[in-house]
Antibody, heavy 119, light 111 residues
Framework: DVQLVESGGGLVKPGESLRLSCAAS????????MSWVRQAPGKGLEWVGR??????????DYAAPVKDRFTISRDASKNTLYLQMSSLKTEDTAVYYC??????????WGQGTLVTVSS | QSALTQPRSVSGSPGQSVTISCAGT?????????VSWYQQHPGKAPKVLIY???KRPSGVPDRFSGSKSGNTASLTISGLQAEDEADYYC???????????FGGGTKLTVL
């Protein structure tokens, strides 16, 4: 079975950094396009960014609000996806979901991890 | 990045059908197959219902169907059931298949 398990969320102050992890299992991680999607409290879904598969160049794409502040990477040996977040703002407060993109859609989701940015 | 507009809420009685629209700007959906729909119950992770405009993953009931016409994609839920009460989101891209955008979400109430 496919499993995506996020961790690393917590309370941080504006301007600080935080790294989220997503442990993947049940599929060939190196061939997968992986995305992070977030949801602010009481709000809708927002795509954050993607790490595409090694065979597709292993490149990344980011949404405008997080570009130049967030970095997505992965460790294939650990089947783990990361989201390094820096210069955090209060508006980055959200539940962050790790997802597996297939056929242009988010077919599998983790349970999410909450990031709270507050002074 | 273009925005996708959904009604904030829709409602229907058990057994009825409802349609949730997802309106893009000109050209958002023209000839583009990557439109997907998600269902989210309170406190839960979203679940994909529809991908590539009208395809259903295994396990999703055929009561859920998707379509698109011009600048609007639609999700139709037929034979409404109490457990369909949830938030629904559409998602697509402006054709470049690099950046995704979600609609604002629609709350479905089953009366």
């Amino acid at each position: 079975d496919v499993q995506l398990v996020e961790s690393g969320g917590g309370l941080v102050k504006p301007g600080e950094s935080l790294r989220l992890s997503c442990a993947a299992s049940g599929f060939t991680f190196t061939n997968a396009w992986m995305s992070w999607v977030r949801q602010a409290p009481g709000k809708g879904l927002e795509w954050v960014g993607r790490f595409n598969s090694k065979t597709d160049g292993g490149t990344t794409d980011y949404a405008a609000p997080v570009k130049d502040r967030f970095t997505i990477s992965r460790d294939a040996s650990k089947n783990t996806l990361y989201l390094q977040m820096s210069s955090l703002k209060t508006e980055d407060t959200a539940v962050y979901y790790c997802t597996w993109e297939i056929w242009g859609s988010f077919q599998y989701w983790g349970q999410g991890t909450l990031v709270t940015v507050s002074s | 990045q273009s925005a996708l507009t959904q009604p904030r809420s829709v409602s229907g009685s058990p057994g009825q059908s409802v349609t949730i629209s997802c309106a893009g700007t000109s050209g958002d959906f023209d000839g583009y197959k990557y439109v997907s729909w998600y269902q989210q119950h309170p406190g839960k992770a979203p679940k994909v219902l529809i991908y590539e405009v009208s395809k259903r993953p295994s396990g999703v009931p055929d009561r859920f169907s998707g379509s698109k016409s011009g600048n609007t994609a639609s999700l139709t839920i037929s034979g409404l059931q109490a457990e369909d009460e949830a938030d629904y989101y559409c998602c697509s891209s402006a054709g470049s298949y690099t950046n995704w955008v979600f609609g604002g979400g629609t709350k479905l109430t089953v009366l």
